[in-house]
């Protein structure tokens, strides 16, 4: 019991590190969201695709099951470092979007709701400027998209 | 089994501390290192030529802020013949942030893009805006120039400059962005004002 503690904590501790890291690297998003007139409230898209993630967490918490997905959160720090060395936005914002996703395990429909990340980060708006409405029903859709995928594997945690 | 599982997940743990702490480290000598810069390209820009005078406009406290430590120089250009026009240079060496489409600037200040236009130029390829905003209509011209070519790509942009930093300069030298903007509503595609930006480009 108190080894499998010990271990828990190896694994919990450095996970919330490097979204720490991830979360400091990416600082730069809130002014982005204000400013940015290709990415301006996606802020809302955002906090409305992390509910999902937080109804697993609290799940695996209640259930005794939280494990962090180490896959991810190994290329969330890979981004993270290309972001900073490189100096490149989309790969810090990359990383945090795979560092939120990595503090819970998932499958496959979770790749799918993590590809979801798309609707919030501020290159998509950039990449949609051409699209009628700034961008807008291509988010809502990804995000629609990404809910609706991120309910199966809400579903197969069930199992 | 599950000591199996655990296993793992100690030794992945592990990882992620070693590349966590390495990151940071390696952060830190970057960010004391000297890095390599194109102030003296900027500064190497001609003022006047046969074709051309310049002057030397400051910059105003909110382009200084946006800039950060990046270097910039802002003059309004006369050709000998033709309509004055406004040329800007940006080196984001120092902030690399500072160095984004210019097509985000001229929107986020109210300007709407009507057309625009890629044009081929002997050095390569600039890219030909039309600007309008209450009624007043406007023309300019924006590309990245490195020593061997002009392009208008941002995402091109981001491509060499993260490679030249993450491999330490030796990737090739940082593009820097150049902005001309129309004072009036002349266009900026004639030959003879690419001409003079070809005489203005920091890399000849």
């Not at chain 1, 005794?64 to 936005?89: K, T």
């Not at chain 2, 501390?17 to 810069?37: A, H, M, N, R, Y």
């Amino acid at each position: 019991m108190n080894q499998s503690k010990r271990l828990d904590s190896q694994s919990w501790a450095p996970s919330l590190f490097v979204l720490g890291l991830c979360i400091w690297s990416a600082r730069n998003l809130s002014d982005i969201w204000q400013s940015d007139v290709y990415a301006r409230g996606s802020v809302w898209i955002f906090l409305i695709w992390l509910i999902p993630l937080i109804a697993v967490l609290t799940r695996q918490i209640r259930t005794g099951r939280w494990e962090p997905d180490f896959i991810l959160l190994i290329l969330s720090l890979l981004s993270c470092l290309i972001g900073i060395f490189g100096s490149l936005n989309i790969a810090r914002h990359v990383a945090l979007g795979l560092a939120v996703g990595g503090q819970v395990s998932g499958g496959f429909w979770k790749w799918l709701w993590l590809a979801g990340m798309l609707s919030w980060l501020p290159a998509t708006g950039w990449l949609a400027r051409e699209i009628p409405g700034n961008g807008w029903p291509l988010r809502s859709g990804l995000l629609v998209v990404s809910l609706a995928f991120s309910y199966k594997w809400w579903k197969g945690g069930l199992k | 089994m599950v000591e199996g599982r655990t296993q793992v997940k100690a030794w992945q743990s592990r990882i992620l501390w070693v590349i966590s702490i390495l990151g940071i480290l390696l952060t830190l000598v970057v960010e004391f290192l000297p890095q390599k810069d194109a102030v003296e390209q900027l500064l190497s820009i001609p003022t006047a030529d046969r074709s051309f005078r310049s002057q030397e406009t400051p910059l105003t406290d909110q382009e200084r802020e946006l800039l950060g430590d990046a270097s910039a120089i802002k003059k309004v250009v006369y050709p000998h013949s033709g309509d004055p026009f406004l040329f800007s240079a940006i080196d984001g060496s120092r902030n690399r942030h500072a160095v984004h489409d210019p097509r985000y600037c001229f929107v986020g200040s109210g300007w709407k893009i009507m057309g625009e236009q890629s044009l081929e130029t002997r050095r390569g390829t600039v890219q030909s805006l039309i600007l309008e905003r209450d009624g007043e209509q406007r023309h300019a011209l924006f590309w990245f120039s490195t020593p061997d070519q002009w392009f208008v790509s941002p995402i091109s942009f981001w491509g060499k400059a993260t490679a030249r930093r993450l491999t330490f300069g030796l990737a090739g030298e940082e593009p820097i962005l150049l902005v001309v903007q129309s004072l009036g509503d002349q266009p900026l595609t004639s030959p003879a004002t690419l001409e003079i930006l070809e005489t203005l480009d920091p890399w000849k």
